[in-house]
C-alpha cells in the first residue's frame, strides 16, 4: 500500500535481516519518532463516550462498552501521525457500524459479529485514516 509506505519511514531489521517479526517499536515515523511511543502517546486521553458529532477525536482512546450501534466519522484536520483507538463489544445482536464520513480505509468492509470485542485502531497518513482492527470472539 503507498500510504502506508509515506507514513511509516523506515523498519528496523532484528538479527542482521533474520529476524521476520516485527512490532511497534521496530516501525519508526518520518519525525524519527517510534510508532511505539506514538501508541504511548495516545494513552494519556480515555472516554467513554464519542462527542456529541460522532467525530472521533485525534489522540484519544475510546472505550465504548457494548454497543448494538456505533455511528462514528473521522476528522479531516489531524497532522500526519496522529491516530484513534476505539475498543466496543457487540452483544447478543451484531452492533450496527454506521461510518459517516468517507475518509478511511480498512472499516467498510468489516463484518461485526455478535458476541465479540472489538479494536479499531486508526492512523492518519496527511490524507486518510488507515485503520486496523482486532476482533475476539467470545
Request: with cysteine; hydrophobic share 40%.
Amino acid at each position: 500500500c503507498d500510504m502506508a509506505i509515506e507514513v511509516i519511514d523506515k523498519i528496523k531489521q532484528k538479527n542482521n535481516g533474520t529476524f521476520a517479526l516485527m512490532d511497534a517499536a521496530d516501525v519508526e515515523m518520518p519525525d524519527g519518532t517510534r510508532l511505539d511511543n506514538k501508541i504511548k502517546d495516545i494513552d494519556t486521553v480515555s472516554k467513554t463516550t464519542l462527542p456529541e458529532d460522532g467525530i472521533a477525536e485525534t489522540g484519544t482512546m475510546y472505550f465504548l462498552g457494548e454497543l448494538t450501534e456505533l455511528s462514528v466519522g473521522f476528522p479531516v484536520d489531524a497532522k500526519a501521525g496522529d491516530m484513534i483507538f476505539i475498543c466496543f463489544a457487540s452483544g447478543d445482536t451484531a452492533t450496527t457500524l454506521n461510518l459517516a464520513t468517507e475518509n478511511h480505509i480498512g472499516l467498510s468492509d468489516i463484518i461485526i459479529r455478535a458476541n465479540s470485542h472489538y479494536e479499531l485502531i486508526g492512523l492518519w497518513d496527511g490524507s486518510t485514516w488507515i485503520f486496523v482492527k482486532n476482533e475476539v470472539v467470545d
